[in-house]
């Protein structure tokens, strides 16, 4: 998914491609922290505390808002990581670039004999 492309073919400014690369990135880490939770929720023995709503919908929901909230203080980093590719991506879409030829090959074309 490219997010810096045109949404419903309206060009998108600077600062709006970089809000919505923002929005990316920490949904990305507020996912993560939220199965995090998730997971850890179901190595819960039962009769502890929260350890029989395995699949509770409140439980859940729990899981979502601690996610959001943990994924604020970025502590894992994942959000800075993907706003770092995602912000390189879309550079390099602006400035194409040829990779450079790897050693021991030659350019193709013709050749000079």
């Known amino acids: 998914m490219d997010v810096l492309a045109p949404i419903q073919g309206q060009p998108l400014t600077r600062d709006a491609g970089q809000r ?3 929005q990316v990135a920490k949904g990305f880490e507020s996912m993560f922290f939220s199965l995090l ?3 850890m929720r179901g190595t819960l023995e039962p009769g502890t505390m929260f350890g029989n709503d395995e ?3 409140l439980g859940g ?3 979502q808002f ?3 909230h943990l994924a604020q203080s970025g502590a894992l ?4 990581m993907v706003r770092k ?3 390189k991506q879309g550079t390099h879409e602006q400035h194409p670039q040829q ?3 790897a050693a021991g090959l030659r350019p193709a074309g013709p050749t000079q004999s």
């Open 20 to 22: 919505r690369v923002e």
């Open 37 to 39: 939770c998730k997971e």
């Open 55 to 57: 699949g509770d919908v």
């Open 61 to 63: 929901m729990f899981d």
């Open 66 to 68: 601690l996610g959001e």
């Open 77 to 80: 980093g994942i959000a800075a």
């Open 85 to 87: 590719q995602l912000t």
């Open 99 to 101: 990779p450079a030829p």
